[in-house]
């Protein structure tokens, strides 16, 4: 017998018959303690014994195989075994592991500025945010608004719109950064989206028309703050404007570690 982890005597098959039978509580008490499923020993005992032992070992090696195919006979319950290799046991592969990626805030050329922006939608409301930094990574303003919104790109859409509103007079080179991947997309196709989001859509435009601007995506990760400001917008009852003063310190922190360099992990399989 194999033995994961547990000390058993040493037997051999014929050890399990009884009077030209299997015995079916020795099955039991064995496959027990090494973790076999239990009802693998009532399996067993019906295969009949006949006057050859091999034709037995056949049958049983059978069984067991589709056992491992089954996914009922792991690793663990074989550790230890060196007969393993007369098994296929191609469905033992291991899961993929997660992948970790770093997302890091990257701080926009000299003369311009980064503006985030986020939106949230769910069944109790939305909110929008937006935060605007310099090269340096320092805040220099940012918002949180309640709004009400037909869905999440259309709550994003909507905060767009707030931070544009605000970056207007405070620099002319804006790189704005989106968490979702499909509106940036859309913005940067000049496509108008959905028949229910174009007075959005063209809102945006119109807001853009004032400055010189690049558009990109970010994961959720890479733009933790904006969401932040957007889920605390959506309990608000009215516009909120922030700035390095007025910031919450939660807020504060999460801009000094993106200042500093510091990244947020992305876990994908």
Known sequence: MCTPGVRLPQRKVNDFWEN????EMLLRSAFQRVGVPLETAAD????????????VLNRTTQYLQQLITAGKLGKEQWSGCEGVS???ITSWKEKPRKQIKLIRWIP???SWL???VDGVWNNEGAGAGGILRDEDGNLICGYKSYIMANSRKDAILQALCL????AVGRGRHIWIEIGDQGTAETLLARKYGAAELRHRTTEVRNALKRLNVKITHTPREGNKIANQLAQQGGKLTQFELIDQHSASHLIKSMVRME?????NFQFRR
């Not at 030209?20 to 015995?23: A, P």
């Open 86 to 88: 007369m098994f296929n």
């Open 44 to 55: 067993i005992s019906k295969i009949p014994i006949d006057s050859s032992a091999e034709t």
């Open 108 to 110: 926009p050329d000299t």
């Open 259 to 263: 200042q500093l360099g510091l990244p």
């Open 20 to 23: 030209g039978r299997w015995n």
């Open 163 to 166: 931070g544009l509103n605000m």
């Open 114 to 116: 980064k503006l985030n």
